[in-house]
């Protein structure tokens, strides 16, 4: 089994939702977690509705910092896939391992204020990006992960972010 974490800034909305999709699908071959850099604390309600009526079971969700993936008795993880582009651009702790690194941008569906601050975004903005880290999840695992070598599977992943921002 491979750990996937999921990194966002705020781990509230794009890396939580990648995490439940990956936890749904990839049952058996892949345990996913979501961290943040500077995590908001809390899920975003929007992302937690939208997850809860695909089915999702929300109750362990939550919004935490990346240094619980660096400490003592961590789970080793295997890869970082960085969901947005602020989070892509910062300089991430170093992991246990030294996992393979990928980006797969997607746009917030959550609004920010003047101030910064995380608002509720619509649902049409998180039911895009559902659907997006979905397609990606699913071609991640159409992938023999087992057959790659590690830096195949990175190559894969990476590949996988980027055809998907050409197809956006």
Same mark, same amino acid.
């Given at each position: 089994?491979?750990?996937?974490?999921?990194?966002?800034?705020?781990?509230?909305?794009?890396?939580?939702?990648?995490?439940?999709?990956?936890?749904?699908?990839?049952?058996?071959?892949?345990?996913?977690?979501?961290?943040?850099?500077?995590?908001?604390?809390?899920?975003?309600?929007?992302?937690?509705?939208?997850?809860?009526?695909?089915?999702?079971?929300?109750?362990?969700?939550?919004?935490?910092?990346?240094?619980?993936?660096?400490?003592?008795?961590?789970?080793?993880?295997?890869?970082?896939?960085?969901?947005?582009?602020?989070?892509?651009?910062?300089?991430?702790?170093?992991?246990?391992?030294?996992?393979?690194?990928?980006?797969?941008?997607?746009?917030?569906?959550?609004?920010?204020?003047?101030?910064?601050?995380? +608002? *509720?975004?619509?649902? /049409?903005?998180? %039911?895009? $990006?559902?659907?997006?880290?979905?397609? #990606? +999840? *699913?071609?991640?695992? /159409?992938?023999? %992960?087992? $057959?790659?070598?590690?830096?195949?599977? #990175?190559?894969?992943?990476?590949?996988?972010?980027? %055809?998907?921002?050409?197809?956006?």
């Amino acid at each position: 089994m491979r750990n996937v974490l999921f990194l966002c800034t705020a781990n509230s909305a794009r890396s939580i939702l990648a995490e439940a999709i990956l936890n749904a699908r990839g049952q058996g071959r892949f345990m996913a977690y979501s961290a943040g850099s500077k995590p908001r604390g809390v899920p975003n309600p929007v992302a937690l509705q939208l997850l809860a009526a695909k089915g999702h079971d929300v109750s362990a969700m939550r919004s935490k910092s990346w240094d619980e993936f660096t400490a003592p008795g961590a789970p080793k993880i295997h890869a970082v896939i960085t969901v947005c582009d602020n989070a892509k651009g910062e300089t991430c702790p170093i992991f246990p391992g030294h996992p393979l690194q990928a980006h797969w941008g997607i746009p917030d569906p959550a609004s920010v204020d003047a101030a910064g601050n995380h +608002v *509720d975004g619509d649902m /049409a903005g998180f %039911e895009t $990006a559902y659907r997006r880290l979905t397609e #990606r +999840v *699913d071609a991640m695992l /159409a992938l023999d %992960e087992e $057959a790659l070598s590690d830096r195949e599977w #990175r190559d894969a992943l990476i590949a996988i972010g980027r %055809e998907a921002e050409g197809a956006t």
